[in-house]
């Protein structure tokens, strides 16, 4: 057997594939996605009856737990998570290291890993209770620093969780300097971040969970192996592209400029996509997307919000659905297409649109985490590659080069 630089190889046979498009790398019984069909399932449950009666910390109870809760595993689930949601006082150190004007996506990467220093010897794990321990810490505590990495890059003092609010009341009371802040209040403010916390919270082996998966293989501590999800999340072909689609959107400015971004977007020398359309899975609608443009009307609807953005938004989804390059390549747009919409209406910055995203997200990771340590085939994640570089050579000496 010869590697492409002619060099012997004697680990017999092994496939390339490139981004892992046909590679399955674990056995996973969280979610089921139908590319073709469009179809989205948590633990069996369609995506789009969870989004209509269920709520984001039910939905992470059943990613978590494989069941839905009964009232009381509800409430218990409710209680630990609000029981959890404060940071160790010295976590404000690790702000006050961060520059004012840090993205909140890296204070974000750096508060959690900071977390496995407060909670790493007192970690068993072989005690499932430990890990889900570990677990609720996570879905309880990352929007509490999501919000503070906020306040902090606005320089507004930090401000404690209420924990006898509903989890994203809690962490819109956190966000908004007012606590009276009308958005709190509004119950299609709050139903709509609920929702869209519901559609991000898993999504099976994209990249983010998997690299938490991988982190997780070599037996890291959770925390960390969150926030390595947390930096794989960020990057624009992932979860950044949330933020990207309204810079975009932005930059388009107006529904005349439409066609001329769709034209950039289909030269390949442009450098240019379309952010907020296309999909590794997808090869359809992505029912998440479907189900958040809806939203999206009525949150604009009720809160009285006339964002030109969604003008622009509608018309170049027409326009690209139309074009033959957009139809061939079965590129729809994705979950992140109309998100940005929302968030701008609820007033969250721009730059809080991943973390937002992360929030939601933690709680597909920490099912995974969990799904993973109890796997009876578990064993460090350890791709292979094929080798392009140089034979065998002598080494020459510095004075001979
Ligand atoms: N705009 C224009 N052309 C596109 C786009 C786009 N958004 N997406 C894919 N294409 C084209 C590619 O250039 C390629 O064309 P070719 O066959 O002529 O070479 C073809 O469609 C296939 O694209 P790939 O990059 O091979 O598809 P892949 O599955 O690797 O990438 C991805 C999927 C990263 C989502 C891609 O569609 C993309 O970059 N989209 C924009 C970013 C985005 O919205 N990301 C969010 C994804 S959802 C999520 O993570 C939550």
Not at 283 to 306: Q, T, Y
Request: contains cysteine; glycine residues 6%.
């Amino acid at each position: 057997c010869i590697d492409i630089a002619g060099l012997p190889r004697h680990t017999g046979l092994f496939t390339y594939d490139s981004g892992f498009a046909a590679t399955a790398s674990c056995k996973s019984a969280i979610t089921y996605i139908d590319g073709d069909e469009g179809v989205l399932l948590y633990r069996g449950y369609p995506i789009e009856q969870l989004a209509d009666q269920s709520s984001f910390v039910e939905v992470a109870y059943l990613l978590m737990h494989g069941e839905l809760p009964s009232k009381d595993e509800l409430a218990d689930f409710d209680h630990k998570i609000a029981h959890h949601t404060m940071m160790h006082e010295a976590f404000k150190n690790f702000l006050g290291g961060f520059r004012h004007d840090a993205h909140p996506m890296a204070m974000l990467v750096g508060m959690l890993g900071s977390m496995a220093s407060f909670y790493h010897n007192d970690l068993d794990y072989d005690d499932p209770d430990e890990r889900r321990l570990a677990a609720i810490r996570l879905i309880a505590k990352v929007p509490t620093i999501a919000a503070a990495c906020y306040r902090y890059s606005v320089g507004w003092p930090l401000r404690y969780p209420r924990n006898n609010v509903e989890y994203v009341e809690r962490f819109l009371r956190m966000m908004y300097e007012v606590p009276s802040e009308p958005l709190v209040l509004n119950p299609v403010a709050a139903k709509a971040l609920d929702l869209l916390f519901i559609l991000h919270a898993d999504h099976e082996q994209n990249a983010s969970t998997s690299t938490v998966r991988l982190v997780g293989s070599t037996g890291a501590n959770p925390y960390v192996c969150v926030a390595s999800g947390v930096a794989a999340l960020w990057g624009p072909a992932h979860g950044g592209a949330n933020e990207a689609v309204l810079k975009m959107l932005d930059e388009i400015g107006d529904a005349k400029n439409v066609q001329s971004a769709v034209d950039r977007a289909k030269d390949k020398e442009s450098g240019f996509r379309l952010m907020g359309f296309g999909h590794r899975v997808y090869k359809n609608f992505d029912p998440r997307a479907k189900i958040i443009r809806e939203m999206c009307h009525k949150v604009l609807d009720e809160l009285g919000v006339d964002d030109p953005l969604l003008e622009v938004a509608m018309r170049l989804e027409e326009v690209a659905l139309k074009d033959d390059y957009f139809v061939e390549r079965k590129l729809y747009p994705n979950v992140d297409f109309y998100s940005g919409i929302i968030y701008k209406a609820l007033k969250i910055p721009t730059d809080m649109f991943t973390v937002m995203f992360a929030i939601a997200r933690t709680a597909g990771w920490v099912a995974h985490w969990l799904e993973q340590q109890t796997d009876p085939e578990f064993r460090i994640g350890r791709p292979r590659q094929i080798y392009t570089g140089a034979r065998t050579r002598d080494y020459v000496g510095i004075d001979r080069r």
